[in-house]
């Protein structure tokens, strides 16, 4: 690990802990030329992932590419932007924790949804618009019903009387 301040390349660890909700490790260092101190994090490497497209062409996966969808439907939406990093790791852990080395990208879309609906319901049905690939207006008025009986649902279940 190179030193950010001077590049050197010897420095050592005086702090180590994790960060639970990211599986990430925080490691404070000190470099050993300069003194200055900085801050690192480690992340277990994974074995890479093949997303299966529509066409069944397959690729990498793409963090990168969640991110964006995600961003495209929050655009101009009161989501703040660490919400939305939060929901791209939830997404990322649960596409890890199937344990598959090929994931179809109708699953990730399926994921990005269960949680997308629970952070602005704006957003859900941009994503749902463009993920579903919305033929017509019955198709987007269906999917309106269901996300606001979805909504009915949780707000009885939750004892809350709409307003």
């Known amino acids: 690990m190179k030193c950010p301040y001077c590049g050197a390349e010897n420095n050592h660890v005086v702090d180590t802990r994790p960060v ?4 990430l490790i925080r490691r404070r260092r000190i470099c050993d030329s300069c003194h200055h101190r900085f801050t690192t994090y480690e992340k277990i490497e ?3 992932l093949m997303v299966i497209k529509k066409d069944q062409n397959r ?7 969640i991110m964006a969808g995600i961003l495209r439907a929050c655009h101009k939406r009161p989501v703040p ?3 939305i990093n939060e929901l791209v790791d939830q ?3 649960e596409i890890f924790n199937l344990g598959e080395k090929e994931v179809e990208s109708s699953v990730i879309g399926e994921i ?16 749902a618009s463009v ?3 919305f033929k017509d207006v019955n198709t987007f008025m269906d999917e309106l019903k ?3 009986k979805q909504k009915d649902q949780d707000e009885s279940d939750s004892g809350d009387t709409p307003v």
Request: hydrophobic share 40%; proline share 2%.
């Open 131 to 133: 993920y579903r690939e």
């Open 91 to 93: 997404v990322e852990n």
């Open 20 to 23: 639970e909700e990211e599986n």
């Open 81 to 83: 932007v660490q919400m």
């Open 112 to 127: 990005v949804m269960k949680y997308l609906i629970n952070l602005d319901a704006v957003a859900y049905v941009r994503f």
């Open 46 to 48: 994974t074995i890479p």
């Open 146 to 148: 269901k996300l606001l």
């Open 59 to 65: 690729e990498q996966y793409d963090r990168n590419k």
